[in-house]
T-cell receptor, first 117, second 114 residues
């Protein structure tokens, strides 16, 4: 398996623009997580899905952020409109369901580094 | 509330042993994990403790004591490539599938001196 695939790896945009980050989890993994990493706040959980259904979005900072998982192999995180304080590295991660081996092991994608000017 | 506390930085010498501590304040959890992250890279899984005690994987060991709300990662025979950030993580309890999320401490930056 190619692992968790994220795109784009780097994004530079201007304040007010829409940003869409994409993630393809490992095939067969039931859980998908979106995290944001900054020096000040560390790794923050934004939202996670189980079998394509959003379970907990309490970490989503505000209404400008939204996430979808239309099928088992694809998820998006959208920021509209973007602001400079959204600059961070956004990681997607996946793991198997409770009955599978490695259910306690998160596999991360390489991350998307977002810079909002 | 749920929080994980780790030292922000630790410095050690190549070839030595270093311990990175993690204390937590949660009402309960399902296990303690450790992840390693090199600069510019993604976190990668190192170890998981479901039960109290010591888990050993090569040069790395991880320990958990639920009664003390404490765990640590022990790195032996330090190598320069071990210079990285190390994160502890837990699955806090919740209702209706909400116990499946994983939250992370802010990480400990390990500096290794030659």
């Amino acid at each position: 398996d190619a692992g968790v695939i994220q795109s784009p790896r780097h994004e530079v945009t201007e304040m007010g623009q829409e940003v869409t980050l994409r993630c393809k989890p490992i095939s067969g993994h039931d859980y998908l997580f979106w995290y944001r990493q900054t020096m000040m706040r560390g790794l923050e959980l934004l939202i996670y899905f189980n079998n394509n259904v959003p379970i907990d979005d309490s970490g989503m900072p505000e209404d400008r952020f939204s996430a979808k998982m239309p099928n088992a192999s694809f998820s998006t995180l959208k920021i509209q409109p973007s602001e400079p304080r959204d600059s961070a590295v956004y990681f997607c991660a996946s793991r198997p369901g409770q009955g599978g081996s490695g259910a306690n092991v998160l596999t991360f994608g390489a991350g998307s580094r977002l810079t909002v000017l | 509330g749920q929080s994980l506390e780790q030292p922000s930085e630790v410095t050690a010498v190549e070839g030595a042993i270093v311990q990175i501590n993690c204390t937590y304040q949660t009402s309960g959890f399902y296990g303690l994990s450790w992840y390693q992250q090199h600069d510019g890279g993604a976190p990668t899984f190192l170890s998981y403790n479901a039960l109290d005690g010591l888990e050993e994987t090569g040069r790395f060991s991880s320990f958990l004591s639920r009664s003390d709300s404490y765990g640590y990662l022990l790195l032996q025979e330090l190598q320069m490539k071990d210079s990285a950030s190390y994160f502890c993580a837990v699955r806090p309890p919740g209702g209706r599938n909400r116990d499946d999320k994983i939250i992370f401490g802010k990480g400990t930056r390990l500096h290794i001196l030659p």
